[in-house]
């Protein structure tokens, strides 16, 4: 599956208020599975990974508010709001309840969603991603570049924070596709996007989340570290960590096979219980 088909079977709908662009794989009778993002990506990073979930499940992909298909509103946005959008695309969709799966910033939608509508998530794999993401001058000066020099002036750096310098050698390929993907953000929707993330502080409110949570994260992860993990892993009760080795922030590009067979796992237990 490449970027062209991901967009050749994108779709469109009304959510909040903006145009939410989103792309359903596998049965139609099967269980939902919601996917979200990270910061300067679109649904297409999930490419990697959906042939190994869309045999059993529906798998849901969208792009939130400012990247990839979606509209673009006035920035600074707030990481309750994109998880409202998130709800309001279940609500639109006509769906229930989901198997959630979010990286990065996908992740720190998906702990608002399950401290704030534990009703609508069976699961939750919560990958590469923190509670909280100081300091506030870090992403002030990322700012400055993107005002200055636009999203080429972020990508290497970028590249370099998702990805061991090893993958970046041997997979020309893959890093040309996140390359592009990087570049089709906006500069409003990623600072839109970016200030949530800049001041978001979410430690107290994962002691709300009761679903069974995955919390997997790669070794080298300098943007979302272990230790923030570990802190995820502590503050959501009888949550599941798994740390894989030989990955950086997008370990579900970096290592697709471990990534897939320990998220697919973990939501065919819980699946399975239902």
């Known amino acids: 599956m490449d970027q062209t088909s991901s967009k050749q ?10 145009d939410v662009a989103y792309r359903f794989d596998g049965p139609e009778n099967g269980h939902v599975i919601l996917i979200a993002n990270s910061l300067m990506s679109d649904f297409s990073m999930w490419d990697w990974n959906v042939p190994a979930l869309a045999d059993r499940y529906r798998v849901l992909r ?5 990247h990839g298909g979606s509209q673009t509103t006035p920035a600074p946005y ?3 709001q994109l998880a409202d959008d998130a709800v309001a695309l279940l609500d639109a969709l006509k769906i229930d309840k989901v198997h959630f799966i979010g990286l990065s910033m996908g992740g ?10 534990p009703e609508r998530v069976y699961s939750l794999s919560l990958c590469d991603t923190a509670s909280e993401m100081p300091p506030r001058n870090l992403w002030e000066e990322r700012f400055e570049i993107a005002r200055k020099a636009g999203i080429p002036g972020l990508v290497d750096g970028t590249i370099q924070r998702w990805f061991t310098a090893p993958f970046i050698a041997r997979a020309p390929q893959d890093i040309a596709k996140v390359r592009q993907m990087i570049l089709g953000t906006g500069v409003e929707g990623y600072i839109g996007c970016a200030s949530a993330v800049r001041d978001m502080a979410q430690t107290t409110m994962l002691l709300k989340i009761k679903a069974p949570t995955l919390i ?10 272990v230790d923030q993990a570990i802190v995820l892993n502590r503050m959501i009760d009888g949550s ?8 950086a922030h997008l370990s579900n590009i970096e290592q697709p096979e471990a990534f897939n067979s320990t998220v697919r796992a973990f939501i065919d237990t819980v699946d399975n219980t239902l």
Do not use: F, H, S, W
Request: overall charge positive; aromatic content about 4%.
């Open 9 to 18: 079977a994108q779709n469109t709908i009304k959510v909040n208020g903006l």
């Open 62 to 66: 969208y792009d939130k508010r400012g």
């Open 216 to 225: 997997l994260t790669g070794r080298q992860d300098p943007a979302c570290t």
């Open 240 to 247: 599941k960590m798994v740390i894989l080795e030989e990955a």
């Open 78 to 80: 707030n990481i309750p």
């Open 108 to 117: 720190m939608i998906g702990q608002q969603l399950g401290a704030r509508y």
